[in-house]
């Protein structure tokens, strides 16, 4: 006998359109073999309250069930055993995604299109929490974009005025974007070919023609060059 890991977190079942306001966390007595008692960790746990039919807005004492997912790892006693939960109405908001740019793209390089696949998520959870949200985000690296086309997948972020993220649900929680990189100038090292004119006075002719530099740089848009 042993104790497995702390703050094991409890999950709600059956919550239906009501959830838990707070997040409830436990800790277990477990019997197995010395060598898997060792290497337990919370994710061989899991913890659960069924939450249907309590009131909203009343705390309620729920029992806290806790399965074990390793063989031969029997749960005895679960700390504590029952936990007080208070249940609020599940709110549903639609928002916008925001792409979130950080860095920069490479010298010389702009972008051409974006495409965001989804353009709006709906983001539920708690009232105060979905107060607090004022942004959907998909955080994109600028400085890891290359010429042609670039497909970037991600989650979405869902933070507040400051910047932190706020524990909501975003559906769908995944989502693209397509940019499109072209470069805006290309230089390029063309000879310089002297162009003459006219005819040489009578007795001569030209035997050698320099021209210094050989060659210059060119640069302009890429479609032009």
Partial sequence: ??????????????????????????????????????????????????????????????????????????????????????????????????????GQLVAGYEVADRKLEPLTVKVSGLQDRINNVTSVDFDVNLSALREGTNVIEGEFRARSLVGNEV?????????????????????????VIAATSGVVAPGYRITNLVVEPATISVSGPADRM
């Fill in 167 to 191: 524990g909501v649900t975003v559906t769908p929680n995944r989502g693209r974007v397509t940019y499109t990189v072209r470069q805006l100038n290309v230089t390029r090292s063309v000879p």
């Fill in 1 to 102: 006998e042993d104790g497995a890991p702390a703050s094991i977190v409890v999950k709600p079942v059956n919550a239906d359109r009501l959830i838990p306001n707070d997040e409830y966390r436990v800790s277990v007595d477990v019997e197995g073999r010395e060598a898997d008692l060792k290497s337990l960790t919370v994710d061989d746990f899991e913890a659960t309250i069924d939450v249907k039919g309590i009131p909203a807005n009343t705390p309620t004492e729920v029992p806290v069930r806790v399965t074990s997912s390793r063989n031969g790892v029997k749960v005895l006693a679960v700390h504590p055993p029952t936990v007080s939960v208070t249940v609020e109405p599940l709110i549903e908001q639609e928002f916008e995604v925001r792409l979130n740019p950080t």
